[in-house]
Structure formats: structure tokens, C-alpha cells
């Protein structure tokens, strides 16, 4: 084996190294009821951590905040960004490409800067501690990438299918809802995944706009392990984490085989 060979190997091993450690005190932690800070093998392994957090003010309510919050804005992002990618994909305008920079800059405006407003709106409009409001707040913050990735998407849906639909008197609505959108439904799922996990690791805004415990998501409900003067559950909050991050995995899986799927629909179109 070469040198450079052999010191990408190792590179690559190294890196490989830093993010497996974590994960791999993750899973003894979780295991271990007198979890601490260090790697180690637990002395009696049990799963008296998960029996602690598997209840329903710690983990099933929480969840299920998560879950309301991620799939609310989620969906609130599929229909925002279908309607502002279609007219984008389907008609030239000179104002399209400096519309899609703005959308584009968008995306690098961090969402700690734009708090201390928002926040202010939200008390002016008494929505503090409202889900419904938080979600659309949370789907604005993830549309513009939303918006790149679908009209991406529906760039790939040939044109002169919707051009038949509308030679057999089908609107341009009526066209996207029954020619583009179900061609590409894969689009719409990575779309909708992205804006899910996205939102299932958001702290820092249901932390300000949400005030009530039995509101918060589990991302900000995870505070709960961390107690006063130093004093951490480490066994409860690694098990916490495993079984927080479970739908998030379930769902990197389906985004891997939906990436999968082919989009080669030329075949639909033939000269």
C-alpha cells in the first residue's frame, strides 16, 4: 500500500473515530445506571434508564409536540413551496433569477438574529405559547431552501405533458395537481423529510415561543436532565437521546431511498 495511500486510510479512520465516540458512549450510557461523563462499560447493565424516561410527561408528551410541530410545518412548507415553484419553473421572467438570490439569502440569515423581533410581534399579536403560530413561523424559516429544492424537483417533470393537460382544457391548477404533482411525489417526500427533521431538532424557537411545559417539544423538554448546581442524569438523558433520535433515523433511511428513486421521465415524451 502507498504512503498516500496508507495516510488517507488513517485520516479517514480518524475522523470516522470522532464521530463514533460519542455515539458510543451514547449507547453504553444509556445501559449503565450509574452513567457518567466518561466512556465506560457499565457493571451491571439494565434498562432501568429507559423504564425512568418512558413516561409521559418526559418522553410520550413531549414526542408528541415534536411530532405536531414537525409534521405542522412541514406541511405548511409542501403547499407554500409547491405555489412559489411553479411559476418559477414554468414561466421565464427577468425577475426570476433575482428572486431566487433573495430566496437564496434567505437561507443564511440565522434565526438568533431575527428572534428578539419576532418575539416582540408575537407579544404586540398575543401569540405567545400558541402552536399554530409557532408553526408558521418555523415554516418560514425553512421555505427558501424548500422552494430551491422543489423547483428543482419540478424543473425535472417534462413540460410538454402539462402542455397536453392543457390542450385537453385543463387549467394550469388542474395540471399541476394531476400531472406534476403525482410525477413527482418522491420530490414532494424528500421536501417534506428535509422541513420534518429540520424542525424535530429546532430548540431555540418553541424555547421562546412556547412558555407552557406541556407544550414544549422534546428538543427543549431535554433540559429536564440537566439539574441544578452541576448535577446531570447521564444514563436517563443518553437513553432519552437514543430514543429521541429514533423517528430521525427512521426517516434519513426513507429520504436514502427516495434520493434513490429515478426522476428520468424523458421516456414520458417521445418526438
Known sequence: MSRPRLAADIALAVIGFCFVAPLLWLLLAAVDPQAGYQTALPSAPSMENFGAVL???????????????????????????????????????????PFMYSVLFGTSLPVTAIMVPVYGLFVQLQLLDSMVATIFFMATTTLPMAIWMMKN???????????????????????????????MRHGLG????????????????????LLSTAKQPAAVSIFSFFGQHGAIAYGQLAAFSILYSVPVLLLYVLVSRSVGSSFALSGSVKG
Do not use: C, H
Open 190 to 209: 424528500v421536501v417534506f423529510i428535509f422541513v420534518f427533521i429540520q424542525a424535530w431538532g429546532n430548540f431555540f424557537v418553541p424555547f421562546i415561543l
Open 55 to 97: 413516561t409521559p410527561e418526559l418522553l410520550y408528551q413531549p414526542l408528541a409536540n415534536s411530532f405536531l410541530l414537525s409534521a405542522g410545518t412541514a406541511a405548511v412548507n409542501l403547499v407554500a413551496a409547491v405555489l412559489a415553484a411553479y411559476p418559477l419553473s414554468r414561466y421565464q421572467s427577468r425577475f426570476n433569477k
Open 153 to 183: 424537483f419540478m424543473d425535472s417533470v417534462p413540460l410538454e405533458l402539462e402542455e397536453a393537460a392543457w390542450m385537453d382544457g385543463a387549467s394550469s391548477m388542474t395540471a399541476l395537481r394531476a400531472v406534476v404533482l403525482p410525477l
